[in-house]
């Protein structure tokens, strides 16, 4: 069980939380000028390294925020947390 | 085997105890274990094998122990264990069992499992002296630290500011230091969960087999397990001993029973090596090169055919034959939470690697350090190998091995899912490296090309029971119940589960039964007025200065052109362009709405509205607030609800002119401050009325006070169900699942068609979302007007076809309806839009039955009825 550090309650236990996917996928400005190829690609495509990986997470026994996160895939290790109003750490 | 006259470090003989085994009294101490206490009375099989029936008995002093299996049932209860695994306590019955458990049908006794949260600097797991070591190094560091022990020794283990657990085992090593440990405690068992900021494996290492014919006789054991049960038991258990090793570390044991009063030979299957030239110094007698080729004995080994250079043989008289294959560092932990290995040539094992996560340690001899070296034995050869077991709980032979392997199988794992061999309650931890030998030689291959099988926690057995602790029973689940909840089961209503909500199913009068209650209140509310608990509805409020901007992107109709004091119905779509929830939106305000959802759907809506509003959106000046159990909420269906409402002495003027269907009015009712909602999911005139939750019980006695003389019933979700599907409407999660958008609901009307966007809308125009001949939904009526189709009755084209028979659909919902007096059903099915009036059949369990595509709207098709 991951020790998963909320940015807003500190270290919690991975029970408390929700896995929420790849992070960084914007919502298009305007979906009805996408091609058919270009929403699929919104809707079903997500990157799946191993190694670092950008991933939302959501505290939902807790603070209920939404937050982001880098995991090593490889090791499933969680390298940082960070709010989704911060830029991801380098 | 006997107990003798003094020794034993574990046990306490001024305490002496009895215990039961298969009928029969045996003496024990304070501080056996049941296969001591076993030994100790001579009882030598313990339970047959599981798939040959062989006599089975004690191989091992540990948890490791592959052989000698029971059953506890009495003070605990525990359907298979390990003979070695279990504390003997006075009055314990047991009695043998083939590995497998059988459950009793009752609630077995035993106290029930508390659960313990730590958190710890350090946890050390291995109570041996690299154990003890690690624990008082973290102490003198300033560490909370915690000692885990899987004997009941306490012994060693008493060190100052160390939480010290004994009879505690491990079960498994997980991410970031969490730890589970089983504390088997008689009288008192216990489950920790620790989080650890650093993790000390101290597992120590195991013993190995080595295969030779009838290796699994009683009488054929471990040496370190013969040395054991002599230091720490006081029991000798044979008095003609051949110990058969191909390491030093045996000496110790031919050394201790020889001292204990046995007879005993030493078979060495090493030509020199200055542990043996002490041995001899020392008057042990020694084979040196030879082997143990079979185990002699019927049901206890009587003697043993030894081996020797240039085909020499020799029978010796024997009552034990203790084994030393060499010893694998005990790594199951380790393995579980993705640490490495490399194979020692020296040690013929595997050793850690140094991969693990940088919190994790081992130390002492899990690390192979230590270890004696010596070669390996995959098995002593002879011609016919089908007695030289290696996986004894599976049964399985170094010629089932073989044969595997013989079969193309060229991996360990590969041999593990034919055989099952490590895949038993030991997981094979003393044959796992002899098995992976055993393919390594048959493949003409090195020592170690082989990788040892993967281990997953836990690492040893753990009981249901102690996972689930006290949560079970009313504990397993909390209840939902309503304000109005006692009045309901004063009237004797049948409740239902709707996730954690207990609502009421039906209000049966005397000896009705479930249709006879459901007809008369489904009757009650289309001929004169029903009164049903609805506090259980989803409730959200969504508040601030873009509530409206907000929901028009979250609901596929508009709710910001929709007036203060109005309601309306409208669906959620997921992005994917299908129905993900429904509900009415009612304007409290310019910036404040209020959401119904489904009773199930509530957290789940809330849930999708914080992701949007937080990921996407949080430029958005809005707040949700789940309000579900602010208000209770009575709603009042039929023809006379607004006599009903008005018998209760309301404030509000009820006519439809002044208050419209799909509006909303404060007032009060019966005196309680009121806010009522002209909303039906009954199709007849119907007012919600919603309060502040703790005067739901007044409203409602206030309600059926008035009512009752007009003849209202209160009516429960069966009959609310009844009165949906009569009017077709669905409910999401029933008649759709998933792969449903609005239109194939038949319900375009509700998909906006102006240029803004809302969540799933460009799905819509996918060319599989937009298809025609999608799965829609439909009415269907039986020919024969009694016939209930069963929900989820598969529809078909054609009668009596020959499967696989093309599949057009499912029913979905399917009731009696009372007012029609004939059976009805939604359904699902592929281009049913188009296809009204047609036949297709329902294939049911006694052959398939005709049924007409019908509108799924039954009853009142032109809506004339809710205005009253």
Redesign the interface.
């Known amino acids: 069980?991951?020790?998963i550090r909320c940015p807003w309650c500190g270290p919690r236990?991975?029970v408390e939380f929700r896995y929420?996917g790849q992070a960084h996928v914007?919502?298009p400005a305007?979906?009805?000028a996408?091609t058919?190829e270009g929403?699929?690609d919104y809707?079903f495509m997500r990157d799946n390294p191993k190694g670092l990986f950008r991933e939302?997470w959501?505290h939902?026994a807790g603070c209920?925020?939404?937050f982001n996160a880098v995991r090593d895939t490889a090791?499933?290790?969680l390298v940082a947390t960070y709010r989704?109003?911060e830029e991801p750490p380098a | 085997m006997r107990r003798l006259d003094d020794g034993g470090s574990a046990i306490d003989r001024s305490r002496p105890l009895r215990v039961t085994f298969e009928g029969r009294v045996l003496e024990a101490f304070h501080g056996d274990t049941l296969a001591s206490a076993l030994l100790a009375n001579d009882v030598a099989e313990v339970c047959p094998s599981p798939i040959q029936g062989r006599p089975r008995g004690v191989m091992t002093a540990g948890t490791e122990e592959p052989n000698a299996f029971v059953e506890v049932s009495a003070p605990w209860f525990d359907p298979v264990v390990a003979a070695t695994a279990v504390p003997v306590v006075d009055g314990l019955v047991a009695a043998g069992r083939p590995g497998v458990g059988v459950l009793p049908r009752e609630p077995a006794p035993g106290p029930p499992v508390e659960h313990l949260h730590r958190h710890v600097e350090t946890i050390v797991i291995g109570g041996g002296p690299s154990g003890v070591a690690a624990a008082y190094e973290a102490v003198s560091r300033g560490h909370r630290t915690i000692l885990v022990h899987d004997r009941h020794e306490e012994a060693t283990l008493t060190t100052e500011g160390v939480t010290a657990l004994t009879g505690t085992t491990a079960t498994g090593v997980?991410?970031?230091?969490?730890v589970v440990l089983h504390e088997r405690t008689p009288g008192h068992p216990r489950l920790w969960h620790v989080?650890a900021r650093r993790v000390v494996l101290a597992t120590g290492a195991t013993e190995r087999l080595i295969p030779f014919a009838a290796n699994d006789l009683p009488g054929v054991m471990l040496a370190g397990a013969a040395w054991a049960y002599v230091t720490r038991y006081g029991v000798l258990c044979g008095e003609r001993v051949v110990v058969f090793t191909t390491n030093h570390w045996a000496y110790t044991t031919a050394r201790v029973l020889r001292d204990a009063g046995a007879e005993v030979l030493v078979v060495d299957a090493s030509t020199h090596g200055s542990a043996m030239d002490a041995a001899r110094a020392d008057g042990l007698e020694v084979l040196a090169g030879w082997a143990v080729a079979a185990a002699h004995g019927d049901r206890h080994v009587t003697g043993a055919r030894l081996t020797g250079p240039d085909g020499a043989t020799r029978d010796v008289e024997a009552d034990l034959v203790a084994v030393s294959g060499g010893w694998t560092p005990a790594l199951t932990l380790y393995r579980g939470i993705?640490g490495g290995l490399r194979y020692d040539e020296g040690r013929s094992c595997f050793v850690p690697d140094g991969s693990a996560?940088d919190w994790l340690e081992v130390v002492g001899a899990a690390t192979g350090e230590g270890l004696p070296t010596g070669p390996l034995i995959p098995y002593v050869p002879a011609n016919d190998l089908s007695t030289h077991f290696v996986d004894l709980q599976r049964d399985q032979t170094v010629a089932d091995v073989l044969t595997a392997v013989r079969r193309g199988l060229r991996s360990t794992e590969h041999v593990k899912r034919a055989t099952y061999i490590g895949t038993a309650i030991d997981q094979g931890r003393t044959s796992g490296v002899v098995t992976a030998q055993i393919v390594n030689d048959a493949l003409g291959e090195p020592q170690g090309s082989q990788g040892s099988t993967h281990a997953r926690p836990p690492a040893e057995p753990i009981p249901f029971s102690a996972l689930a602790g006290l949560d079970s029973g009313a504990l397993l689940d909390p209840e939902r119940v309503t304000s109005i909840h006692a009045w309901h089961v004063a009237r004797g209503a049948v409740f239902e589960n709707v996730g954690q909500w207990k609502r009421s199913w039906y209000f049966p009068q005397g000896a009705e039964t479930l249709h006879e209650t459901v007809a008369r209140e489904c009757l009650a509310v289309r001929e004169r007025a029903g009164v049903m608990d609805a506090s259980t509805l989803g409730k959200i409020e969504v508040v601030g200065a873009d509530a409206a901007a907000f929901l028009d992107r979250i609901y596929t109709n508009r709710m910001s052109t929709l007036p203060v004091a109005s309601i309306r119905y409208g669906f959620m779509l997921g992005?994917?362009g299908m129905v993900f929830d429904d509900g009415v939106a009612m304007r409290l305000a310019e910036d404040r709405y209020l959401l119904t959802t489904t009773t199930g759907g509530a957290a789940r809506v809330l849930?999708h509205l914080?992701?949007w509003l937080?990921?996407?959106w949080?430029e958005l000046r809005v707040y949700c607030t789940s309000v579900t159990e602010q208000w209770a909420v009575a709603a009042v269906n039929g023809p006379l609800a607004r006599e009903v409402v008005a018998a209760t002495a309301t404030d509000v003027d009820l006519a439809s002119e002044a208050f419209p269907f799909m509006t909303w009015r404060d007032g009060t009712v019966a005196g309680i401050p009121t806010r009522l909602c002209r909303v039906s999911f009954s199709g007849e005139l119907a007012y919600e009325l919603h309060v502040p939750w703790w005067h739901g019980a007044a409203l409602w006695e206030a309600v059926l006070a008035a009512g009752e003389p007009l003849g209202l019933v209160p009516y429960g979700t069966e009959a609310m169900h009844v009165l949906r599907a009569e009017k077709g409407y669905v409910i999401v999660g029933q008649d759709t699942d998933g792969t449903m958008t609005p239109h194939d609901l038949d319900m375009s009307w509700i998909v906006r068609r102006d240029?803004s966007?809302f969540i799933g809308?460009?799905?819509l125009?996918?060319?599989d979302t937009a298809r025609e001949g999608r799965t829609q939904l439909v009415g269907l009526l039986t020919d024969d007007p009694g016939l209930v189709l069963l929900e989820g009755a598969q529809l078909v084209e054609e009668p009596g076809g020959t499967p696989p028979v093309p599949m057009l659909g499912h029913v979905t919902s399917s009731y009696r309806s009372p007012v029609l007096g004939r059976s009805i059903a939604l359904a699902v099915v592929k281009g049913g839009a188009s296809r009204h009036g047609e036949t297709i059949h329902a294939a049911l369990a006694g052959g398939d039955v005709p049924v007409t595509i019908t509108s799924p709207v039954f009853y009142d098709p032109e809506g004339a009825r809710r205005d009253g």
Do not use: I
Request: glycine share 6%.
């Open positions: 069980m991951l020790l236990d991975e929420g914007v919502y305007d979906p009805e996408l058919d929403w699929a809707l939302r959501v939902s209920r925020r939404w090791s499933h290790r989704v109003d | 997980y991410d970031d230091g969490y989080r993705g996560p992005l994917d849930d914080e992701e937080q990921t996407e949080p240029d966007d809308r460009r799905s125009r996918r060319p």
